[in-house]
């Protein structure tokens, strides 16, 4: 149980372009997303908090209309990096909550470097 | 401001042996406690969670927490090279389910 896929698993594009990542729990419902970043030799980040069918919770200092995350299903969330910078580049995991969990399962993470 | 607070490390054993992994926690309504493995370039995975005060054990993984110290470690017995990685530790203190991280501690577990 607790299988988590994230696509893709690595994208280089170049500076001002958009990229988003997906992240399906593949054998459980997951009320509640969150979404990491990690950059290299640091500990993981929370970026935001999402609830299925609710806006996103950004925590300090991430920009909303530079992540934007979807979470229009049980099984699916989107991560739109906008307007990607090279400072954007990171390590980006996601998280889902099971309903009626309290541990919290990731996805391999999705390698992102903006040129 | 709550924390959790991991020796960085590196904590480095002999294969066989018995590695010691600690957590501190400043926040005394924490409630559920875990510790993960992450390999480099690896997104972290779950290897125990502890909710009581004692010992929970699983394979040659030994959760403890002691409430009323606030802290929680993991021990590993008859570590293996394979084990070598950065152990982090992550405490849920309310009801919004968010984690507060440690910073890790890297193990080399040494052949």
């Known amino acids: 149980g607790a299988v988590v896929s994230q696509h893709p698993s690595w994208v280089i594009c170049k500076s001002g372009t958009s990229v988003k990542i997906e992240c399906r729990s593949l054998?459980?419902?997951?009320?509640?997303m969150f979404w990491y970043r990690q950059f290299p030799k640091q500990s993981l980040m929370l970026m935001a908090t999402?609830?299925?069918?609710?806006?996103?919770?950004?925590e300090q200092g991430v920009e909303k209309d530079k992540f934007l995350i979807n979470h229009a299903s049980l099984t699916l969330s989107t991560l739109t990096v906008t307007s990607a910078h090279p400072e954007d580049s990171s390590f980006y995991i996601c998280?889902?909550?099971?309903?009626?969990?309290?541990?919290?399962?990731f996805g391999p993470g999705t390698r992102l470097t903006v040129l | 401001q709550k924390e959790v607070e991991q020796n960085s490390g590196p904590l480095s054993v002999p294969e066989g042996a018995i590695a010691s992994l600690n957590c501190t926690y400043s926040?005394?309504?924490?409630?559920?406690f875990f510790w993960y493995r992450q390999y480099s370039g690896k997104s972290p995975e779950l290897i125990m969670f502890?909710?009581s005060n004692g010992d929970k054990e699983d394979g040659r993984f030994t959760a403890q927490l002691n409430k009323a110290s606030q802290y929680v470690s993991l021990l590993i017995r008859d570590s293996q090279p394979s084990d070598s990685a950065t152990y982090l530790c992550?405490?849920?203190?309310?009801?919004?389910?968010?984690?507060?991280w440690g910073l890790g501690t890297s193990l080399a577990v040494n052949p």
């Open positions: 998280s889902p909550l099971a309903v009626g969990f309290r541990e919290q399962f």
């Open positions: 054998d459980f419902q997951a009320t509640t």
């Open positions: 999402s609830n299925e069918g609710s806006k996103a919770t950004y």
């Open positions: 926040d005394r309504g924490s409630q559920s």
């Open positions: 502890i909710y």
């Open positions: 992550a405490v849920n203190a309310g009801n919004n389910r968010k984690l507060i």
